[in-house]
């Protein structure tokens, strides 16, 4: 058997906290959060002063959200508060990859 002895309140306590970290971090995925999203550390710079702060990584958790659109070989992330949904900015960028067959 995998665990000794009795289910501890200590135990208990442990199982509850992952379970509600496990939880929110399906929640975060499923609203589309910044931090779910693969956006890297760098362009969390919400209020566009040059620096990324704790807070503003912070934010990328329960305050922003990520959403991906491609049109071609340009990709563009916009980036929403959460929840009224005010757009902070829109990055855009060339993707080259393998060249598309052509028909």
Known sequence: MLLRGKLTP???LLLAILA???LAIGW???VGMAATRGI???DMDWNEDGTVSGLEIAQS???VTAAREHDGR???TTFR???GGEVIRVDCRTV???AEPSE
Do not use: D, Q, S, T
């Open 10 to 12: 200590r135990r208990k």
């Open 20 to 22: 509600v970290a496990l």
């Open 28 to 30: 975060a995925g499923w």
């Open 40 to 42: 890297e550390v760098r």
């Open 61 to 63: 958790f329960f305050a």
């Open 74 to 76: 340009r990709e563009c």
């Open 81 to 83: 508060r959460f929840p």
């Open 96 to 98: 080259f990859g393998p």
